[in-house]
């Protein structure tokens, strides 16, 4: 079992900035891909910017210059710089990491943190 506990939501002005990180724990071999998702009230849940285990990176558009993902293979976590936050950016963020829980035979593994709010508000 996997489990992945994110940090670092909160409440900030617009123009400010945040950071989340994004731990994963348990039966890990090693972490493909990893992930930010978010979700405001009312809208389907969107892609933010995934890491891959080469470090390509890709964001959505409306991060693009603002958000940076990055990600510490030793420590098992990913993080998301969050600058010049803008009230649309208000939503809950999920972290998501795909796990190799064992190479041979292969096994695979898609998760989920349980979620963290950013609010941008003045």
């Known amino acids: 079992q996997v489990q992945l506990v994110e940090s670092g939501g909160g409440l900030v002005q617009p123009g400010g900035s945040l950071r989340l990180s994004c731990a994963a724990s348990g039966s890990i071999f090693s972490i493909n891909v990893m992930g930010w998702y978010r979700q405001a009230p009312g809208k389907q849940r969107e892609l933010v910017a995934f890491?891959?285990?080469?470090?390509?990176?890709n964001y959505a558009d409306s991060v693009k210059g603002r958000f940076t993902i990055s990600r510490d293979d030793a420590k098992n976590t990913v993080y998301l710089q969050m600058n010049s936050l803008k009230p649309e950016d208000t939503a809950v963020y999920s972290c998501?990491?795909?796990?190799?829980?064992?190479?041979?035979?292969?096994?695979?593994?898609?998760?989920w943190g349980q979620g963290t709010q950013v609010t941008v508000s003045s």
């Open positions: 998501n990491a795909v796990v190799v829980i064992t190479p041979i035979p292969r096994r695979v593994g898609d998760y």
């Open positions: 890491i891959a285990s080469g470090g390509s990176t």
